[in-house]
């Protein structure tokens, strides 16, 4: 079994910056890939910025230039920096990875969530 713990959320206020960690523990073999998502109230989930372990990275149009996602391999931690922080980046987030288990089974791993609000 694999789990995310994401902390990092908070309250800030517009311009502000947080940075958001999420570490993954238990039956890793290794890790492909690691990402943040966010979900708004009333809107869908969506992918806010990913990487991969070949460093290659993924970022919404809407975070670019602000947002910057790394990763401490050894610690299978990722985290988010977010800076120049906007009310519309109000949200929960949410840490996702894709594991190779010791089992040999592929897994797409979801953490529980940590809440950013941007106040303006």
């Known amino acids: 079994q694999v789990q995310l713990v994401e902390s990092g959320g908070g309250l800030v206020q517009a311009g502000g910056s947080l940075r958001l960690s999420c570490t993954a523990s238990?039956?890793?073999?290794?890790?492909?890939?690691m990402g943040w998502y966010r979900q708004a109230p009333g809107k869908q989930r969506e992918l806010v910025a990913a990487?991969?372990?070949?460093?290659?990275?993924n970022y919404a149009d809407s975070v670019k230039g602000r947002f910057t996602i790394s990763r401490a391999n050894a610690k299978n931690t990722v985290y988010l920096q977010m800076n120049s922080l906007k009310s519309e980046d109000t949200a929960a987030y949410y840490c996702?990875?894709?594991?190779?288990?010791?089992?040999?089974?592929?897994?797409?791993?979801w953490g529980r969530g940590t809440l950013v609000t941007v106040s303006s």
């Open positions: 996702n990875a894709d594991v190779n288990a010791y089992s040999n089974r592929s897994l797409d791993v």
């Open positions: 238990g039956s890793i073999f290794s890790i492909n890939a």
């Open positions: 990487l991969t372990t070949d460093g290659s990275t």
